[in-house]
């Protein structure tokens, strides 16, 4: 057991390292304000809140917050804990594949960009995703931790949608509403909700699996035995009432 904690914290602590430092870089990186798609060097204020506005930023925090606390307890549990681990659980699978599957053959990142891209999308996602596989800590899914989750990319899809109805500027190009439309827009963001809920469900399914628990229907509540003609009572009741307990 003791072996056990010390190989979980060795790794959520490197995972932990990995994304501080490709955060850190990228926030190096925001500073120097490299010039947009649009060959234009933006103010430091709307750099740094397009930054924070990437749901890989966004997933790789939640990765860093989560990583760090089990690096210190790895049993860490309570219902708020369930939430936050599962977002950043989801959050970083779903960035990992969007990317790999979406994103990456548009994107180009060289130098320091290079190695924090690296971090952030490929390994970061299937370091996490395999320390909770090796590692759990399990027992620690239901589905309302599951339903409460996927408030976060609900909540980032409406931001997503204000924030660029106010500023023209979209994160993705599969939620830019500008070159694509709203319908197009709303429907792709709807497809990573319904991958949240299902890996969601996956994940769930694995936990009870890898945790030796199946889903049971509510034992009845028990009743009373029954009272059979041998049965007597040992001190009868006052003034009619029934003994108290």
Request: glycine fraction near 8%; charge should be positive.
């Amino acid at each position: 057991m003791n072996g056990s904690r010390v190989c979980a914290r060795l790794w959520h602590g490197l995972l932990a390292v990995v994304v501080l430092g490709s955060l850190m870089t990228q926030l190096v990186l925001t500073t120097q304000g490299a010039p947009d798609a649009d060959g234009l060097v933006q103010p430091a204020v709307t750099r740094f809140i397009r930054l924070f506005s990437y749901f890989t930023i966004q997933s790789n925090i939640l990765l860093l917050i989560v990583s760090t606390t089990l690096t210190l307890n790895p049993d860490r549990d309570g219902r708020l804990w369930r939430v936050i681990r599962l977002n950043a659980i989801l959050g970083i699978i779903i960035t990992g594949l969007v990317y790999a599957t979406v994103l990456a053959g548009t994107a180009h990142p060289t130098g320091a960009g290079w190695w924090s891209n690296l971090g952030f999308h490929y390994i970061a996602p299937w370091w996490a995703l395999l320390g909770w596989l090796l590692f759990g800590p399990r027992s620690r899914l239901d589905t309302r931790t599951i339903f409460l989750a996927a408030a976060w990319p609900v909540l980032w899809i409406g931001y997503t949608f204000a924030h660029g109805a106010a500023t023209d500027w979209y994160p993705y190009p599969f939620a830019d509403v500008t070159e694509i439309g709203y319908g197009a827009a709303a429907r792709n963001m709807t497809f990573v909700v319904m991958i949240a809920l299902l890996f969601g469900t996956l994940l769930w399914g694995l936990d009870r699996r890898l945790s030796g628990r199946r889903a049971v229907p509510s034992a009845p509540a028990p009743r009373s035995p029954e009272r059979t003609s041998q049965d007597v009572d040992v001190a009868p009741s006052r003034s009619g009432a029934e003994p108290q307990q």
